[in-house]
């Protein structure tokens, strides 16, 4: 559908930009929102760094690991010390308080408005800045889920207590082998609920946020709608972006922006409906 030549915010200044990003917000009413990676590494949610050297020194200096990401497909030699480092990953990222106002900003600016959010982040930021999360649709799992690993059946339990609990008693880099959590149903591990391969688990929760995200689409077709889309980068673009192009090209009335710090672009098909911002997200939002 589209050419394969893309625009970037070089035919406007960054200035421009962000004036006429202002302008799209303050009157679209309807606003859906899709957020990628990016928009929560702006917020603070690194995973290299500082930020990882930090939490993650012991499994640097054993397995010589460069970011948290990678280091979560290792084959650990044991689950004692899987789960030692998986819980460090998901306290950090899920239930540690780390947000430094980007969340919260971005929540203030469309409080008011008829929103929806489609993300593929799944460190639960959205609901703890205060989104109705009747309005958010995780595509990809949460961290403050566990399921089976086989999977034996289609259903995901909150990890919370059992986290904060390996997380306070592991040493030398290994839980006690009596909180390796075991699924209550045909007694194999647990692991996370992250889409990963096919045996991510689409929980009832999933399905029905699907569905809510889908008739949210239907009843706006062909209506003013404002898609924003943020730090969505091109791991998965099939989730938003392509979608997200393809509706605003289906629609006169629909307008797209994009914030993104080295990725915003769009096809020169809908550059007219488009406002790209090269730039961090939450310096963006700061100037709203």
């Not at 394969?4 to 035919?11: A, D, H, L, M, Q």
């Not at 961290?143 to 207590?161: I, M, R, V, W």
Request: hydrophobic share 35%; glycine share 8%; proline share 4%.
């Amino acid at each position: 559908m589209f050419s394969k030549r893309k625009i970037t915010t070089s035919t406007k200044s960054c200035s421009d930009n962000v004036k006429r990003f202002r302008a799209l917000l303050q009157k679209s009413d309807t606003i859906i929102i899709g957020a990628g990676a990016g928009l929560s590494a702006s917020a603070g949610f690194t995973y290299t760094g500082q930020r990882f050297e930090d939490n993650f020194p012991d499994f640097i200096k054993k397995y010589g690991f460069r970011d948290m990401y990678s280091g979560g497909f290792h084959p650990f030699e044991s689950l004692e010390e899987y789960w030692a480092y998986w819980s460090r990953y998901v306290f950090i990222n899920r239930y540690m308080d780390s947000d430094n106002g980007t969340y919260k900003r971005l929540f203030e600016l469309v409080k008011d408005k008829d929103y929806f959010v489609l993300t593929t982040n799944v460190d639960h930021q959205f609901q703890k800045a205060g989104f109705d999360k009747h309005r958010l649709f995780y595509t990809q799992g949460d961290y403050g889920l566990f399921q089976c690993s086989e999977p034996c059946h289609n259903a995901t339990c909150d990890n919370e207590k059992a986290i904060r609990d390996m997380v306070a008693r592991q040493a030398d880099m290994k839980i006690p082998a009596g909180l390796i959590p075991h699924c209550p149903v045909c007694g194999k591990p647990m692991t996370m609920n992250l889409r990963a391969d096919d045996t991510f688990v689409q929980d009832k929760g999933w399905y029905q946020a699907g569905e809510r995200y889908s008739d949210f689409i239907r009843r706006h077709k062909g209506l003013p709608v404002l898609f924003l889309e943020l730090g969505v980068g091109m791991n998965t673009p099939g989730i938003i972006k392509y979608p997200f192009w393809r509706m605003t090209a289906a629609n006169p009335r629909a307008v797209y922006a994009c914030v993104n710090h080295g990725e915003a672009v769009c096809p020169q098909e809908i550059e007219g409906q488009s406002v790209c911002i090269d730039g961090d997200i939450g310096e963006v939002l700061n100037r709203l």
